[in-house]
């Protein structure tokens, strides 16, 4: 009896955390990867949506696809989900890490944690996610923005969310 039970509970969060992913992916204009060479970030992976879902290609030596991001824009706050596939826990630190965008025409513009230092999270466990909000500049449009990065750990972790094309 306790292992049907145990079976069913383990059903039940299988199925929690495919909702939760296919939501965000439903709902997000932007995902991203870690990149572990930004030289070669604008090659490193693409994104596409189409009537099945979201999916990316990836070039495996660029980056590091256990540790993603998707991003979402309403108004002027940037919601980033930060999830941990990895084996290692990722730092992260408010006063030190950093978020930036990049626009269609090249302007880069470095971006304010919107979460209150006290929400922010620390540390990201593996199998965790975990989410941040920053701000959005008033004077750009959601609809002009190419890139989202966020810089974390002490500039030893860049996750690069590149906006979902549409197929």
Known sequence: ?????????????????????????????????????????????????????????????LVNTSIYSW????????????????????EMNYFIDEYGLMTKDGNIYKLKIKTSVTDYPDIINPKETKWVEILKPVVIKSTDIKYLAMDFNYRRGVILLKRIEEK
């Open 1 to 61: 009896m306790k292992k049907k039970i145990l079976f069913s509970v383990g059903i039940i969060l299988v199925c929690m955390f495919a909702l939760v992913t296919i939501g965000l992916a439903l709902q997000s204009q932007f995902f991203g990867i870690q990149v572990l060479n930004m030289s070669k970030a604008k090659d490193a992976f693409s994104v596409t949506r189409s009537k099945t879902g979201v999916t990316y290609t990836h070039k495996e030596d």
């Open 71 to 90: 991003g979402t824009i309403e108004g002027e706050t940037i919601t980033l989900s930060i999830t941990n596939e990895s084996k290692m826990p990722i």
